[in-house]
C-alpha cells in the first residue's frame, strides 16, 4: 500500500472499532499502537508514553475537573431548581413564558458550571414536567430543554472551550469572552422563536392562567435566589475576563463558591460531596484517557504524512478558503453525529485549526466557530449526547424517536447561529477585543 494512503486507513480502522462499540479513547490508542508497532517497530510505542505525559502536564486541564464539581455541588443542592422557580414566576404570564424561563436558566446554568449534562438534566427534571403540565407542545417542551441545556457548551466557563484552548494554545480568556457573546444570541435566538410560535399558534405554547401567576411582590421576593450564583458568575467569569486569575485559579474560586452556596442554603451534605467527587473523577477520567489517545493518535498521524496530506487537499481546494471552512464544519458537524465533542476537539483541531488559520482565519475565531458547531454536535441524531441525556430524564412515554424529531427546530437554529457568525464575525469577536483592548 501507498504510503500516503496510511492516514486515511488510520481513519477508516478507527471509525470500524467506533462502530463495533469500543470506547472512544480506547479506539484512538487501539489505533495508533497498532499501526506504530506495525510500521515502526516495537520501539516506536514510547509515543504513547509522550502522548500521555504531554496531556497530563497541563497546569490549565486542572480547570476541567474544578468546573465539573462545581457544576455537581449546584446541581445537588438544588440552585437549578430555585433559579428556575424565579424565571418562571417571572416569565409565566407571556405566551411561551414557561420555554422563555428554560432558555434563561439553561444560560444561567452554562455561566454557572459549563457542564452541558448537568444544564439538560437539570431542565428536563424541573422545567420539562412545568412545561408539559401546563399544556406546552411536547416536541417544543422536549426541544427546549435540550437547546437551552447545551448553552453551557457556549457560555463560559466551558469545559470544552478549555480544552480547546489546551490544544490549541488559544487564548481561552478569549475564547470565554467570544463564547459568552455567542451563547447569548443564540439564547436570543431560541427566545425568538418560541414568541414567535407562541404569537402565531396560542395552544402551541401558552401563557399561565392568571390564577397560577406569581404577583409583584413574589416576584421580588423570588430575586434572592439569583444573587448567590450571580455572584460565582461575577467572581469566575468576571476574574478570568479581567485577567484577574487564570481559569484554573478561577475554576478553583468557582468550585469553593459552589460548596459555601451549598452551606449558606443548609442544603450541602456529606453524601452530596462524597457522590460529587466520585462523579467528577468518573468524567474527569474519561476525558484524561480520550486526551492520551487522542494525543497518540495525532502524533502517529502526523507522523505518516497525513496532517501534511489535509493541508495539501485544503490548500488546492476550489472554491478557496470559504470552501475549506464550509467543508471543515460539514466534516465536524458529522462526527459529532457519532462521537462526544471532548473526543472531537482532541481528534480534529489538531488537524483543522493550522489549515484554517494559514488561510487568514482568525484563530481565535475559528476556535469560537468551533465550538458553535459543538453546540451542534449535542443535538444533532443519532448519537448526539444531549438527546440520551434528556431520554434518561423523561417518562417512559416519551421515546427516542421524538426527542430527535423535537431536536430540529433547535438545530435549525444552530445553523442560523453559525450561518451568522460567518457572515458577520464582530457578532463574537466584539467582546474580546474590546477585553483585550482595555
Known sequence: MARELYPLLMFATLFVLLAGGVPIAFSLAAVSIGFAYVLWGPGALNIVVSAAWGSMNNFVIIAVPLFIYMAYILQKTNVVEDLYDTFFKWSGGLRGGLAVATVVVGAVLGAVSGVVAAGVIGLGLIGLPQMLKHGYNKRMALGCVMGAGTLGQL??????MVLYGCVTGVSIGGLFAGGLSAGIFLAILYIGYVLIRGLLDPDF???LPPNERATWKEKLISMKSVFFPGLLILVVLGSILMGVATPTEAAA?????????GLLKRRLTWEIVYTSCFETLGVSAMVGWTMIGAGAFGSVFSGLGGNTLITNIAMNMPGGPNMVFLVSAVFIFILGMFLEPG??????VPIIAPILSRLGFDPLWVGLAFNVLLQSAYLSPPFGFSLFYLKGCTPPDVDIVEIYKASVPFLLLQIVC?????????????????????
Open 205 to 207: 405554547c401558552p401563557s
Open 418 to 438: 453559525i450561518t451568522a457568525i460567518f457572515m458577520f464575525p464582530d457578532i463574537v469577536m466584539w467582546l474580546p477585543r474590546y477585553i483585550m483592548g482595555m
Open 253 to 261: 474560586f468557582g468550585a469553593a463558591g459552589a460548596l459555601i452556596i
Open 343 to 348: 473526543a472531537i476537539i482532541f481528534l480534529a
Open 155 to 160: 457560555i463560559p466557563p466551558s469545559t470544552n
